[in-house]
C-alpha cells in the first residue's frame, strides 16, 4: 500500500470519538489524499475489525495492550472472513497492523508497539513447465488458454491481467503495457508466439474494442477457474492459483537464463532484493546437475576419488 498517501491533521475533538466514528473520518481524509479505491477498501477491513475488537473512545484506547490482545487474538483464530491459514494470515495480520499503526497514530494515540516484519515470501510452490502445459491441455475454451498463457508467459500479477485492455497490446511488437493502478506505473511485459496467437485469436472471436478489459473477471472467479483447471488436469487443486503462475514464469525464465536485472524489469520489482528470491529454485537445479555428475565418481578400494 502506498505510505506516501498523507491523511493530513485529524479533526479537532477526534480523541472524543468512537473508535468506530475515527475510523470513518480516518477514511475519508485517506480517500481525500487520493488513496485508490482498492486502498480504501483495504485499510477498512483492517480498521473495522479493530474497531469491533476495542470498542469504546478513541481516548479510552490503550494503545499497546489493545494491539497487543488484538495481535494475539487474530494470531491464534485467524480473520472471521478469511479462508487461509498458516502464512495468508501472517501476511494479513502484518499488514493491518500497519495499517492501524497508522491510524492510531493520526488519532494522537501514538502506539509504542513492536513493528511485525512481513513473512519473508516462499516461492517453493511454482509449478514445473509441464504442469502448465497439462494446464493448457485441460482447457474448455479459449478463454482458459488465454489465462493460462497469459499469466505463465508474461509474469503478470492477477490484478494487472484482470485490468489488462485491448489498446494495452501491441501485437506487431509482441508487447504488452502494463498499468499497475497499486504503484501508479507502468512496464512493458512481452508476449510469447503461442501467448500472442491464442490472445489475437480471443479478441478477435469476442469482437472486443480497444477499451475494452480482456478478462472480465473478478479475482475470485479467476481463482475459481484456474482451481477447476487444476482438478480437470490432475494437479493438487492447492498448489494452483494466479500468483503461482507468476512464480513458475519466473523460476522458469531463470531456468532459461534470463539475467535477473531483465527478470527484475518484466516483474515490476522496486528492488532487485524480491528477485532474487526466485533464485534459490534454480540452485536446486544445479544441484541436482552437480549430484548426478558427483554421486558416481570412480573410488579405489578406500573410497577415495580415482581416475577412470
Known sequence: MPSRLDPGEPPVGVEDLGVREAVDEYLLALE??????RTLRVYRAALIDFAGFVGGDVKCVDAVKRLRDWLVARRRNGFSRSKTGGRGVLVTLHYYYMFIRRFLSWCGVEPRAPRIPRPRSGVSDALKWDDVIRLLRASRDLLDRVIVLLLAETGLRSSELLGLKVKDIDFDSGEIIVRNAKYGKERIVFLGEESGRILREFISLKGLGPDDRVIKFSYQALYKRLKRLARDAGLPVEKVRPHVLRHTFATEALRRGMSLPALQRILGHSD???????????????KREYLSVFSNLPRDNAGVPGNA
Request: net charge positive; glycine share 4%.
Open 32 to 37: 481525500l489524499a487520493g488513496a485508490s479505491k
Open 272 to 286: 532487485i532484493k524480491i528477485t532474487q528470491v526466485y533464485l534459490h529454485l534454480v540452485k536446486e537445479d544445479v
